[in-house]
Structure formats: structure tokens, C-alpha cells
T-cell receptor, first 117, second 108 residues
Framework: GAVVSQHPSWVICKSGTSVKIECRSL??????MFWYRQFPKQSLMLMAT?????????EQGVEKDKFLINHASLTLSTLTVTSAHPEDSSFYIC?????????????FGDGTRLSIL | GQQVMQIPQYQHVQEGEDFTTYCNSS?????IQWYKQRPGGHPVFLIQ?????EVKKQKRLTFQFGEAKKNSSLHITATQTTDVGTYFCAAAGNMLTFGGGTRLMVKP
């Protein structure tokens, strides 16, 4: 079945480092991917919608310059957390709707646990 | 915008007891989806409901979509320790909006 691969699974780095997270659709094309953030024991918070070939759409309160999204191809979206600080530590998850439409079931990546020291 | 309320936030049950989580939307939905997230894992799609009043079953799990297509429920019969996790509903208008989730804990 359709699979979404997310890399890396874990990142531990120093404050001020920029971290890139990749999200790939392995056997289907994804013109749209979603990026979520999840704090411990809380729900999924949609950060942005990544669109292939155009700018990402960010949710209110999410800093565009802080969380850079690039959707370079039909199978790859990247999220770069620039100059990360401890408050950026969280679980970041990407997803893609495998039937294409934005309101259809989504496949999620395994997530990336980001810890900023 | 669309708001999705999911209750309860947490539920502790004894193994063998039943469990139900409820999801309510402020708007009429095109469909509703349910996901399960195991501790330390990522959400996994369980099922999609599309029709008014629809009921679907997956083994011990029963999913219902309300007649007005604004609410849904997930019922687990005779819970097992493998049911532990957080269950999210996702309400579909033009986009998907996730509920806050219900965290299920099962005591063996």
C-alpha cells in the first residue's frame, strides 16, 4: 500500500542549528503534503500545507521564516527549522492524502523527534 | 472556521470493558475519518465514513456517522491492552481538521 517515509527519526542538536526534515511519498505522487507539530500527549497541530511547484500555505501563528517548506518534486517535501531553539523541540509529522484530495485519508510519516539543547 | 470537539480527553478502562469516544463538528461534513496513534508512534488511518447514518465495523471496533453528518463515534467492545493509544477523529470539509484525540489506557 501507499507509504510515506520521513527522515530523520530523531535529531538532537545545539541551539542555533538549522535542521532539515524530509518527507517522501514512496509509491504515489503527492502534489500536496501536510506538516504537523505535536507536543507530548496533545493533538496534531497543522503547521502548513506544502504544495508542489508553489509556495506553502502556513497556518496562523506559524512563522514562515522559521519553518521553511520546499516541495521540490511530486514525491518530496522538506521542512527546515531554521536557527532552532529549545522551544522548537517537538514531534514533527508529515502526511500526504493518498487519493489526492485534501479531505481524503492521509498516510503519515513516522515522525521526527527534534530535541534542541 | 470548522471546529471539531472530541470527548473524552482521557479514558482509563479495565481490560474487557467497553470504550467509546465521540466527535462533534460545528459544520456538516463530507466525510469523517478515524485514526489511531500508538504511544511513540504516528497516526494510522483506521476508517472513513461517508454516508449519513453509516455504521462500519472492524472486529471489536464500531464506527458510526450521525444522521446530520456532524458527529461520529468509535466504540470498542471488550478492550484489550493492544487497544492502548490515542484515537483521533478527522472531520472533512474542504480540508481535514483533527479532533483533540481521546487517550485510551487499559489496565490489564
Amino acid at each position: 500500500g501507499a507509504v510515506v517515509s520521513q527522515h530523520p527519526s530523531w535529531v538532537i542538536c545545539k541551539s542555533g542549528t538549522s535542521v532539515k526534515i524530509e518527507c517522501r511519498s514512496l509509491d504515489f505522487q503527492a502534489t500536496t503534503m501536510f506538516w504537523y507539530r505535536q507536543f507530548p500527549k496533545q493533538s496534531l497541530m497543522l503547521m502548513a500545507t506544502s504544495n508542489e511547484g508553489s509556495k506553502a500555505t502556513y497556518e496562523q501563528g506559524v512563522e514562515k521564516d522559521k519553518f521553511l517548506i520546499n516541495h521540490a518534486s511530486l514525491t518530496l517535501s522538506t521542512l527546515t527549522v531554521t536557527s532552532a531553539h529549545p522551544e522548537d523541540s517537538s514531534f514533527y509529522i508529515c502526511s500526504a492524502p493518498y487519493r489526492g484530495a485534501l479531505n481524503q485519508p492521509q498516510h503519515f510519516g513516522d515522525g521526527t523527534r527534534l530535541s534542541i539543547l | 472556521g470548522q471546529q471539531v470537539m472530541q470527548i473524552p480527553q482521557y479514558q482509563h478502562v479495565q481490560e474487557g470493558e467497553d470504550f467509546t469516544t465521540y466527535c462533534n463538528s460545528s459544520t456538516t461534513l463530507s466525510n469523517i475519518q478515524w485514526y489511531k496513534q500508538r504511544p511513540g508512534g504516528h497516526p494510522v488511518f483506521l476508517i472513513q465514513l461517508v454516508k449519513s447514518g453509516e455504521v462500519k465495523k472492524q472486529k471489536r471496533l464500531t464506527f458510526q456517522f450521525g444522521e446530520a453528518k456532524k458527529n461520529s463515534s468509535l466504540h470498542i467492545t471488550a478492550t484489550q491492552t493492544t487497544d492502548v493509544g490515542t484515537y483521533f477523529c478527522a472531520a472533512a470539509g474542504n480540508m481535514l481538521t483533527f479532533g483533540g484525540g481521546t487517550r485510551l489506557m487499559v489496565k490489564p
